[in-house]
């Protein structure tokens, strides 16, 4: 829905790719509790008229959701690497504080709020996933 590419060569299959800009989704967390534009585009709402599609997406889910809750940890380790580089970036290229949501946070509190994010994104999922 945003921010990532549809490709499909003509013997190959449509492939997603690659996902980057994930602040929209991830620190507003209003966005955490919906499919937040998936829905109104052309392709997902007729993929998932395919029977077949929507049986092997939620088979993958089942197999690989809990693999999603090791996020959290992931991104204090990755949090912790980068934290110098954070503040060295915040001395370089100061953040005004008129800009974007994620702008306002403070390095620990985005990070806290990439975790909430995601914990929420995945409770939606699981649970909607399943309606389909």
Do not use: C
């Not at 499919?35 to 709402?45: I, L």
């Not at 995601?118 to 389909?132: A, I, N, Q, V």
């Amino acid at each position: 829905p945003h921010s990532f590419y549809m490709s499909k060569d003509s013997s190959e299959k449509l492939k997603f790719g690659p996902i980057w800009d994930f602040d929209w989704h991830t620190f507003v967390p209003r966005y955490s509790r919906m499919w937040s534009g998936a829905d109104k585009t052309p392709y997902y709402p007729s993929l998932f008229k395919d029977r077949k599609f929507k049986k092997a997406v939620l088979n993958r889910w089942e197999e690989e959701k809990y693999t999603f809750l090791e996020l959290s940890s992931y991104l204090d380790e990755m949090a912790e690497k980068i934290k110098l580089s954070e503040e060295i970036n915040q001395e370089m290229w100061p953040i005004s504080k008129r800009g974007n949501e994620d702008e306002l946070l403070t390095f620990p509190e985005a990070i806290e709020q990439m975790k909430k994010g995601f914990e929420e994104k995945w409770r939606w999922m699981d649970s909607h996933l399943k309606k389909l």
